[in-house]
């Protein structure tokens, strides 16, 4: 069994910045890869930010040189920094793992966190 537990969000204003936080925790053999998506009213969920193993980061076109994903191994935690939020990115923010609890790769979403940048 394993849980993700979303904090950090919350009401900003234009040009503000957030931190949000994950943590995973239960029967975790090995982490994959961890990432942020959001889901906007009306809209699909898409992607924000990923984190490999490895280091490696992937981060949406629209994010890109605002936000910044990064991992506590020690943890098991992830985060999103979020600098000059703008109204668009207001959405629930959800975490997302992939990660081996054994000899199979699972998948694990957070209960999402919302974040709202006023007009």
């Known amino acids: 069994q394993v849980q993700l537990v979303e904090s950090g969000g919350g009401l900003v204003q234009p040009g503000g910045s957030l931190r949000l936080s994950c943590a995973a925790s239960?029967?975790?053999?090995?982490?994959?890869?961890m990432g942020w998506y959001r889901q906007a009213p009306g809209k699909q969920r898409e992607l924000v930010a990923a984190?490999?193993?490895?280091?490696?980061?992937n981060y949406a076109d629209a994010v890109t040189g605002r936000f910044t994903i990064s991992r506590d191994n020690a943890k098991n935690t992830v985060y999103l920094q979020m600098n000059s939020l703008k109204p668009e990115d207001t959405a629930v923010y959800y975490c997302?793992?992939?990660?081996?609890?054994?000899?199979?790769?699972?998948?694990?979403w957070g209960q999402g966190t919302q974040v709202t940048v006023s007009s």
């Open positions: 239960g029967s975790i053999f090995s982490i994959n890869a």
């Open positions: 984190i490999t193993s490895g280091g490696t980061t």
């Open positions: 997302n793992l992939d990660l081996y609890t054994g000899k199979y790769l699972e998948n694990y």
